[in-house]
């Protein structure tokens, strides 16, 4: 049987990139997600295996490259010139989802640890003077809580306390956050309806909508 696919680019392409997770994969990647365990932190419902199978498919279509890392060991993941070519069909495709894939949350599914990561890379690091800021978010159902060290130009994300006095602390219902992360409520609202608390000093409260980055999505809608 004839491989039609060599005659057409549309179905070499899709072959690549349409397996599932690849996409995903390729999103960690195009936002600056190298090591392993990073990227299990932003696909957090990848097995290990799956994802390691994944990569390697990746490396071999050339889509990216294995390096030894500079730090420690184990090997980082790049995205080649050819993955690079993706970033076009990668925020297309989340543009997309974002218009059109419905507008409620499924509040059962949603993962706070998640969610900052999300928000972890979307800090704006240049609306913060202070060599280091920590703010605490505190999570009411289920009950968790997360650090994000900014010390720019870098931003941790911290799962256990470092022992770092807290600037700020949120307070959030995980739905509120996300909505707000999301560009689909205003700060105002979700802060006027309790769902979201800011403690903290005036000037740590009040610089809160400068840092605090929305997804590169909220400002899709559907027409």
Do not use: K
């Not at 799962?159 to 995980?174: K, N, R």
């Amino acid at each position: 049987m004839p491989d039609y696919g060599q005659f057409c680019p549309v179905s070499r392409g899709a072959e690549v990139f349409a397996e599932r997770w690849t996409p995903l994969i390729v999103r960690e990647l195009l936002n600056g997600s190298h090591r392993f365990t990073e990227l299990q932190l932003g696909l957090p419902r990848i097995s290990r295996n799956l994802l390691a199978q994944r990569l390697a498919s990746l490396a071999s279509s050339g889509i990216i490259e294995r390096r030894p890392a500079e730090r420690g060991r184990g090997f980082t993941y790049h995205l080649t010139s050819a993955g690079q070519e993706l970033r076009p069909v990668v925020e297309a495709l989340g543009t997309w989802g974002y218009r059109w894939g419905g507008t409620e949350l499924p509040t059962r599914e949603l993962d706070p640890a998640l969610l900052m990561w999300f928000i972890r890379r979307r800090v704006q690091v240049q609306a913060l003077r202070r060599g280091r800021t920590v703010v605490r978010f505190d999570f009411r159902r289920p009950r968790r809580s997360f650090w994000l060290r900014i010390e720019p130009p870098t931003v941790d994300l911290c799962f256990t306390d470092e022992g770092f006095d807290d600037d700020l602390v949120v307070d959030a219902d995980v739905a509120a956050l996300t909505a707000l992360w999301l560009g689909r409520v205003r700060l105002g609202d979700v802060l006027a309806a309790g769902s979201v608390r800011l403690e903290g000093p005036d000037d740590a409260r009040r610089s809160f909508s400068r840092w605090f980055g929305l997804s590169p999505f909220a400002g899709a809608r559907a027409s």
